[in-house]
């Protein structure tokens, strides 16, 4: 099966109409409402698995790689850490194994045969979209489940940024643009392949990191208020 899930690029023109109705996804979404609807951190996450999947970004995504960043962000810094609240671990856990794991995951699926190929066939497009939330949601819930020390807890979640900054780096200036599922796209949109590859990597570097840097200072408070409870 070859086409891109979210249907085809759209122009600039349609984009406003571009909605994923598919009955399978909404039903899915629905049902995990239903599930999470007594947590709020949970239906949050549900909402933003809706703009992932359901609003127009998911056929900007099948045009630019900058789009596809910003899905990607959604699901992996946003929706994961959202959903590990409302869904946390049964025992306490390793961070490192999870770091690892998702590291991983999120690097080999921006290697171009394996990028090009989720884009271009429908089952490899949700084994890359449920590997990158599942294996996030493992870090997050490994990171926000307040067993290990909040040093540690800050450090990976600072090092989470740090590799997709990297990433992102490697993006921004790569010499050519890398992913043939957007060799033309972008430039119905006022850009060349070549620069809507160095915006997506500009994203993964700086606005990115605004989830993270959120949860950091939750993290800080959370370490911060059981200090103040051990002293009292």
Not at 33 to 60: E, K, M, N
Not at 150 to 175: C, E, K, S, Y
Request: charged share 10%.
């Amino acid at each position: 099966m070859h086409a891109t899930y979210c249907g085809p690029a759209p122009l600039p023109g349609e984009l406003a109409t571009s909605w994923n109705l598919d009955p399978i996804l909404l039903a899915a979404l629905f049902a995990l409402g239903v599930g999470l609807r007594r947590d709020r951190a949970g239906l949050a996450g549900v909402a933003v698995l809706a703009i992932a999947f359901v609003s127009p970004l998911c056929a900007l995504s099948a045009a630019l790689f900058s789009a596809r960043v910003v899905h990607h962000v959604l699901l992996i810094a946003v929706a994961a850490p959202l959903l590990a609240l409302a869904v946390p671990a049964p025992r306490p856990g390793g961070i490192v194994i999870p770091f690892v794991v998702s590291t991983a995951v999120l690097w080999i699926w921006h290697i171009p045969a394996a990028y090009d190929a989720a884009l271009t066939n429908i089952p490899v497009y949700w084994v890359m979209q449920i590997s990158l939330l599942g294996s996030a949601m493992l870090f997050w819930r490994a990171v926000l489940a307040g067993d290990g020390a909040p040093v540690d807890r800050l450090g990976f979640v600072i090092a989470a940024f740090a590799q997709m900054g990297l990433l992102g780096a490697l993006l921004t200036f790569a010499p050519t643009s890398l992913y043939a599922a957007h060799r033309f796209a972008p430039l119905a949109w006022g850009m060349t392949p070549l620069e809507d590859q160095a915006l997506g990597g500009l994203i993964m570097w700086a606005p990115a990191g605004i989830p993270y840097a959120i949860a950091t200072i939750w993290i800080a408070r959370q370490g911060w208020s059981r200090l103040k409870a051990t002293r009292a």
